[in-house]
């Protein structure tokens, strides 16, 4: 209902008698702002349930993450973790010592070949020194029976010649000096075959072939034992450690995280109809959690459709086929954004 005054209400109708009504205006006032808060209640609703609907519309805007693009550094097998050497955050060098691990199985396989091998080296080479020994004593036994039978041979010769010995008994003694002769020559070949024996099984023997293998296999052990020591594949920083020490840890189980250094990325997830946005040199403006907003610019197109990671999916949503496309930043990241996987949302500027 409107109110009309008459006389000196029409011209000042904060006056009543010529005394000022100070409530009449705020009252006023007080009503005017009721009904425009009563509208803005009705209406609010409607306007952001609209900007929900056409917002995607409206804006090109995309989720994305934050990454460096860090690699699993695993362990090389089954083992148990020794000692950690690097903190998360930690700038390492490549070749650098990250995490060293123990296995007890290698460690007892470790003894068990070495333990082998030092038998086989000692009984076989006892065995052969033993053999030699002998056969060296042979010779040098029939050394001495032939040079006395050299003697008696000389001694009976001059008897011989004095006729003092039979014939009988000189044909004796010279059969005993060529049998002193064949003692000889047998020992010393026994000794030459048992020489040429070792040398023929010092290069392909079975004793030598198992003590080959046997090193081979120690060769192989220690190279597994110095992959315990896992190492930096490059120069990079430690994102994250995955294990504690004493845990155990299996092969396809990461023990750490690895960036290489170098500049974040951000990997955008963009709705198939906006394609054309997806193309380097696109423009986009990047919104951070905290409200910070940063330029970027597309560097790598799409190649394949792929799911929207879940971290950054509604779970109230179906998984729907996106276009990864990779976004350099035009600006110096703040310290207090290097966050790895990050959630952002990035807006692309329109194409006018």
Same mark, same amino acid.
């Given at each position: ?6 006389? /000196?209400?029409? /011209? /000042? ?9 100070? &409530? ?11 009904? &425009?808060? $009563? ?46 050497? =690097? ?43 033993? $053999? ?17 039978? #050299? ?65 081979? #296999?120690?060769?192989?052990? /220690? ?19 995955? =294990? ?7 092969? #396809? ?12 990325? $951000?990997?955008? &997830? ?6 054309? &946005? ?20 597309? =560097? ?38 290097? =966050? ?13």
């Amino acid at each position: 209902m409107k109110i009309r005054f008459q006389g /000196d209400k029409r /011209d /000042d109708p904060t006056l009543d008698a010529g005394v000022k009504v100070k &409530y009449a205006p705020a009252k006023r006032l007080a009503f005017k702002l009721r009904w &425009y808060l $009563i509208l803005l209640l009705v209406v609010s609703p409607i306007l952001i349930f609209s900007w929900i609907l056409l917002r995607d519309e409206v804006l090109v805007v995309a989720p994305a993450i934050l990454t460096s693009e860090p690699i699993k550094v695993s362990p090389p097998e089954e083992a148990e973790v020794q000692q950690l050497l =690097v903190k998360t955050g930690e700038e390492v060098k490549a070749g650098q010592p990250l995490v060293r691990l123990q296995s007890p199985v290698l460690d007892a396989e470790q003894s068990e070949v070495t333990s082998q091998l030092a038998t086989l080296g000692g009984s076989t080479q006892a065995a052969q020194d033993r $053999i030699l020994a002998s056969l060296s004593s042979a010779v040098e036994s029939a050394q001495v029976g032939l040079a006395e039978q #050299d003697s008696l041979v000389a001694s009976f010769r001059d008897y011989r010649k004095r006729g003092i010995v039979p014939t009988a008994d000189m044909a004796a003694i010279l059969a005993a000096h060529s049998q002193a002769e064949v003692t000889l020559s047998n020992a010393k070949a026994a000794l030459a075959r048992e020489l040429l024996r070792l040398a023929e099984n010092q290069v392909a023997g079975p004793t030598v072939q198992a003590k080959r293998q046997l090193q081979r #296999d120690l060769v192989r052990l /220690d190279a597994r034992l110095q992959q315990l020591t896992v190492k930096a594949p490059f120069d990079g920083r430690v994102v994250d450690s995955a =294990v504690q020490t004493g845990e155990p840890v299996a092969g #396809d189980r990461p023990l750490l995280w690895l960036a290489p250094k170098g500049a974040f990325w $951000i990997h955008a &997830y963009v709705p198939p109809r906006h394609i054309n &946005y997806a193309q380097p040199g696109s423009k986009v403006t990047v919104r951070f959690p905290d409200g910070t907003r940063l330029n970027a610019t597309v =560097v790598q197109p799409s190649e394949l459709a792929t799911e929207l990671p879940r971290q950054l999916a509604n779970p109230f949503e179906a998984q729907k086929a996106t276009l990864k496309v990779t976004l350099q930043l035009n600006e110096p990241l703040p310290p207090r954004l290097r =966050v790895e996987g990050l959630p952002l949302e990035v807006r692309f500027h329109y194409l006018w």
